[in-house]
């Protein structure tokens, strides 16, 4: 028998430095029943005392566990929240080994998340973004950045059409014209005061 969550589970990608997790602070600072989850500190927990940089080495079985895993952990949150669970997150990653871009969503996150948000940066506010973090990042140029944007892009509305979710996506603009988008998208596919 499959258990019936009343959040609504919704994945928010882009690559690194897009600006996801400063997006949904901001939301949750309004609409406190909304849940924030980053989606890597699940994955550091899972495989501590590992680092995410060793998990990329791993053969491909192992990091499908983790994801697997996380997806249960994931469903633990799911039950506590009160509003809709926005999970920070990615459409794909660059490999750290090999370099290589890949997608990272498996079966269960396909089964899990009932709707996509992308956030689309430019380039340069990438780098940027990266630069004010203060967090050890492999140095792309910004010919790679552009090309994981473009590589994100694309699988987010991949994964929407295959997926049979609605995606919103968010491109380069000012903090209240995102909010406000990403508001009006959650109230049609998650109204709140339908709980």
């Known amino acids: ?8 589970a919704i994945c928010v990608g ?8 400063t997006l949904l602070r901001k939301h949750v600072e309004l609409e406190a029943r909304d849940m924030q989850v980053t989606g890597s500190s699940i994955v550091k927990k899972i495989i501590a005392p590992s680092s995410v940089h060793e998990l990329d080495g791993w053969p491909s079985e192992q990091r499908h566990a983790v994801r697997e895993q996380s997806i ?3 469903r633990q949150l799911q ?26 969503f498996t079966p269960e996150d396909k089964a899990f998340f009932q ?10 506010s990438v780098l940027a973004q990266r630069e004010n973090d203060g967090r050890v990042r492999s140095s792309e140029s910004i010919v790679d950045v552009a090309a994981h944007i473009e590589f994100e892009l694309h699988e987010g509305r991949r994964l929407a059409r295959d997926m049979g979710v609605p995606i919103l996506e968010l491109v380069e603009c000012g903090m209240p014209q995102k909010l406000q ?15």
Do not use: W
């Not at 988008?181 to 709980?195: H, S, Y």
């Open 1 to 8: 028998m499959r258990t019936i969550y009343n959040s609504t």
């Open 72 to 74: 249960r952990e994931l």
């Open 14 to 21: 882009g690559v690194p430095g897009a600006g996801k997790t």
């Open 115 to 124: 709707a996509l948000i992308l956030i689309h940066p430019q380039p340069e």
């Open 181 to 195: 988008a990403m508001a009006e998208f959650l109230g049609r596919i998650a109204p709140l005061g339908a709980r």
């Open 79 to 104: 039950e506590l929240c009160k509003g809709r669970m926005l999970v920070d997150g990615h459409f794909t990653l660059r490999n750290r080994v090999t370099g290589v871009l890949e997608p990272i």
